[in-house]
């Protein structure tokens, strides 16, 4: 029970802001007393620091308390087809460091080795008593690494690698540090659902677009992963009846960012235009154009059948692109979801994500600090089974 109050107080803070105990006391409804003694640990401990006191009108001026960025850390790693991702996390949820590394399809090996040169410079830049506090390395990867072989023309020999690589495993002897996997795109919703817009909404459906489009979904404020782990997998929605040929076809095959980039390699441009504010630029904007009019349509048909099944407050849509892209394909979206019949279901509001491309690594490293600080692991308890 007291472990558990003492999480209650760091989430009241970490909702709220800074707050004075009087303020805690009425959030958390515990006594006054209890909250003073909470409070007097984990400044012990380090986890919350005293800011400059306020005055009011009368009394003793109040005493805000704020969660210490330097009481705890954890690491995220995004590990995905063509990128790698690692990042630094404070206890506040603040990207500390960032590394990145590019690649067409990179092999287990140059993964690992890569992530081992990013953990000895975490350890230089963290003195001994900091590194100390990292609760764990979070991973966020697709669940199979070597889908869609054929159509990214992926390297044989390196997915056959990949098929027998333990890579949770791999990182945990090669840290040292507690390591928890998950779904690349439900690591990007569980950062928006606790950093993001999803701290607003209670049932959503989450929409992330990078090389292939894929997605999570929260209910009742808690990731559904399922129970194969792969709940929300939007990518694979068909987007006609059959099974062969172009009826065949699945949402990611024309929702997802490797068609653009092949639109702009087609066209002698840059293939990374994808990723920022070229893709709107003059050069850039009649091909862009054109995968917006193919992708925005099929997912307002994917929106369509999630309505049909879940009665959702909202969609959230993130992904691996500027923010005037991210905004111009959600008005394209919502005028194609006008075009559809929605008779005997409601459109669900579509809201841009907060989070952008660092969205999966995040949500890798906040699985440690939930887990260890926050008052409620059922979202985590979800992932582990």
């Excluded at 991973?139 to 098929?163: F, K, S, Y």
């Excluded at 054109?290 to 059948?305: D, F, G, Q, R, S």
Aim: proline fraction near 4%.
């Amino acid at each position: 029970m007291r472990q558990y109050n003492e999480r209650v107080v760091l989430q009241a803070i970490r909702l709220n802001g800074r707050l004075p105990g009087a303020e805690i006391a009425r959030l958390t409804h515990l006594t006054a007393q209890s909250i003073s003694l909470i409070t007097k640990r984990l400044l012990d401990d380090e986890l919350l620091i005293k800011e400059q006191p306020q005055r009011g009108k009368v009394g003793q001026p109040s005493v805000p308390l704020a969660l210490n960025p330097d009481g705890a850390f954890a690491i995220g790693v995004k590990v995905g087809r063509r990128s790698l991702d690692v990042l630094l996390v404070d206890f506040t949820g603040v990207v500390r460091e960032r590394w990145d590394l590019q690649y067409d399809f990179a092999a287990p090996e140059q993964i690992l080795a890569h992530i081992e040169i990013c953990l000895n410079k975490i350890k230089q830049t963290l003195p001994p008593q900091l590194w100390e506090r990292i609760q764990g390395i979070g991973v966020a990867a697709p669940l199979n690494m070597g889908g869609w072989q054929q159509l990214l023309g992926l390297d044989e020999a390196i997915v056959t690698r990949w098929a027998s690589f333990a890579l949770e495993d791999e990182i945990a002897a090669l840290s040292g540090l507690p390591v928890q996997s998950i779904k690349d795109t439900s690591a990007a919703c569980v950062a928006e659902l606790v950093a993001g817009r999803g701290r607003d909404i209670r049932n959503f459906v989450y929409i992330f677009v990078d090389t292939f489009i894929g997605g999570g979904l929260v209910l009742d404020s808690h990731l559904h992963i399922g129970q194969r782990g792969n709940a929300g997998a939007l990518g694979s929605l068909p987007l006609g009846m059959g099974s062969k040929g172009s009826n065949g076809t699945q949402l990611l095959n024309v929702a997802s960012l490797y068609q653009l980039e092949n639109r702009y390699l087609a066209a002698g441009l840059d293939g990374k235009a994808t990723s920022d504010e070229r893709s709107i630029s003059l050069e850039y904007w009649p091909h862009t154009q054109a995968w917006l009019a193919e992708t925005a349509p099929a997912i307002a048909l994917a929106l369509l059948n999630t309505a049909c099944l879940l009665d959702l407050e909202g969609v959230i849509l993130d992904g691996c692109f500027s923010r005037e892209l991210q905004n111009k394909l959600i008005a394209a979206i919502i005028a194609a979801m006008a075009e559809f019949n929605w008779e005997g279901v409601t459109p669900p509001q579509l809201l841009a994500g907060a989070i952008g491309s660092d969205a999966r690594a995040l949500g890798g490293a906040l699985l440690p600090l939930y887990a260890n600080f926050a008052p409620d692991r059922d979202l985590f308890l979800k992932l582990d089974s």
